[in-house]
């Protein structure tokens, strides 16, 4: 299986901190995000990686390079115009072929383990919820028990920005044209053709320069508790 990161927004809410550098970029724990990602990737055995750019994309490949630092193989597609997430993935979508994918969003942190993704989906997409944070108490969608993803309902998760989609899913779409993911995966959801599962692991949406901070210190006090721990 082949998995795309994407990492073209231009980051308004981060900014000044994107002024200079893009999102993906930004350090978590000494590490920039989008490393994060394909280290995970890789110990889930995904070796062939898509990543998409558009503001100031020309650093990321610049610091990532072919991959071969992490032992997996990184191809870029570059955007103009930033295409948004499912124009992009509709612009990339020759990388994947016939092929199932695994997208996940590039200004996430998560803890999550890509490898219980690698047989799915059964359906047109399958999609990762988590606990509604904060910044979003109102939730996205409905993971009912049934397994299906339905837009609406009362007790609503929050989408994590990580999925894997059949190819078809993207394949009439405009190309080269910006385009967003939500009213695609609500069409799907009427269709039912929308699995999901709920993760209550670590996950943080880096939306603004206050949660970056609140992830970095959340490893600095992990840290100080499994040094104390050490010394009982």
């Not at 993704?117 to 988590?130: E, G």
Request: aromatic residues 10%; contains cysteine; negative net charge.
């Amino acid at each position: 299986m082949k998995a795309m990161i994407l990492a073209a927004g231009r980051g308004e809410r981060m900014r000044p901190l994107t002024d200079r550098h893009p999102k993906p970029l930004l350090k978590v724990d000494g590490r920039a995000l989008i490393e994060w990602h394909i280290e995970a990737l890789k110990e889930a055995g995904i070796k062939e990686i898509l990543i998409n750019t558009s503001w100031l994309g020309e650093q990321i490949p610049e610091y990532l390079g072919d991959g071969a630092y992490w032992g997996v193989n990184l191809t870029f597609s570059h955007e103009p115009q930033a295409l948004e997430t499912a124009g992009g993935i509709r612009k990339a979508l020759e990388f994947f072929g016939d092929a199932p994918f695994i997208v996940v969003n590039g200004d996430v942190w998560s803890d999550f383990s890509y490898e219980g993704l690698l047989d799915k989906p059964s359906k047109l997409a399958h999609i990762v919820l988590v606990p509604n944070p904060e910044h979003n108490p109102q939730g996205d969608f409905l993971l009912r028990e049934d397994g299906l993803v339905v837009a609406e309902g009362e007790s609503c998760a929050t989408f994590s920005g990580i999925g894997v989609y059949q190819p078809e899913v993207f394949k009439d779409l405009p190309m080269d044209e910006p385009y967003p993911l939500a009213p695609v995966l609500r069409e799907l959801m009427v269709e039912a053709e929308v699995t999901g599962e709920l993760y209550d692991g670590r996950w943080y949406d880096i939306g603004t320069p206050e949660r970056l901070e609140a992830l970095n210190l959340s490893f600095q006090r992990r840290i100080k508790t499994i040094e104390y721990d050490g010394k009982l």
